[in-house]
């Protein structure tokens, strides 16, 4: 069975862009987590797509948003870019939030560089 | 406020001896509780997991302790390997939501042949 796929896994654009980058989870997965990885905050939690809803969202600004298609692939869209939004942007998938002990597999990221 | 911490950034140890990675959490309800390892520019991988039903999970060489009165839990390696060497970290979740888990900073290990 195939891993998370994310597209693209590398990026470069200047502060003021936006940005959409793509999430397929494992076939069968219908949850879609977004992740942000910096070296100073960590791994911190974006948001969570189940059924083409969105169930959680972290605390980040409105600039950030996402959704899930019918298919459970998911984007993520990071609109006016800043400067501190470069880094690791990890997607995980779960077959269903709602089933307890559910485990989350992470794809390989996208790696965002704003200049 | 991290509500999950790893408070040790490095850890560096022998080959076959004894390796022990700590964490703390702050929120009760955490009820699910993760442990994965991350190489640079890699997703995270997924190592072992533990309820709080639980005390203790085994999976090979790998095990997870947990002490819910101590809000407290530690993964513990061994023999530790040379191909240990990586980033581990701990997160948590409640078991009815998966969906979000919140993640400790990380404890950057080395396993020295």
């Known amino acids: 069975k195939a891993g998370v796929t994310q597209t693209p896994r590398y990026l470069i654009k200047t502060r003021g862009q936006q940005v959409t980058l793509s999430c397929s989870p494992i076939?069968?997965?219908?949850?879609v987590s977004w992740y942000q990885q910096t070296p100073g905050q960590g791994l911190q939690f974006l948001f969570e797509?189940?059924?083409?809803?969105?169930?959680n969202k972290g605390n980040f600004p409105g600039r950030f948003s996402g959704r899930q298609f019918s298919n459970s692939r998911s984007e993520m869209n990071v609109s006016t870019l800043e400067l501190g939004d470069s880094a690791l942007y990890l997607c995980?998938?779960?077959?269903?939030?709602?089933?307890?002990?559910?485990?989350?597999?992470f794809g390989p990221g996208t790696r965002l560089l704003v200049l | 406020d991290q509500q999950v911490k790893q408070n040790s950034p490095s850890l560096s140890v022998q080959e076959g001896r004894i390796s022990i990675l700590n964490c703390d959490y702050t929120?009760?309800?955490?009820?699910?509780f993760l442990w994965y390892k991350k190489y640079p520019a890699e997703g995270p991988t997924f190592l072992i997991s533990?309820?709080?039903?639980?005390d203790k999970n085994e999976d090979g060489r790998f095990t997870v302790f947990l002490n819910k009165s101590a809000k407290h839990l530690s993964l513990h390696i061994v023999p530790s390997q040379p191909g240990d060497s990586a980033v581990y970290f701990c997160?948590?979740?409640?078991?009815?939501?998966?969906?979000?888990?919140?993640f400790g900073q990380g404890t950057t290990l080395q396993v020295k042949p």
């Open positions: 076939s069968g997965h219908r949850s």
């Open positions: 797509y189940f059924s083409e809803t969105q169930r």
């Open positions: 995980a998938s779960t077959q269903s939030p709602l089933v307890a002990g559910e485990t989350q597999y």
């Open positions: 929120n009760s309800m955490f009820d699910y």
């Open positions: 533990i309820s709080s039903i639980k």
């Open positions: 997160a948590a979740s409640l078991s009815s939501n998966t969906g979000k888990l919140i």
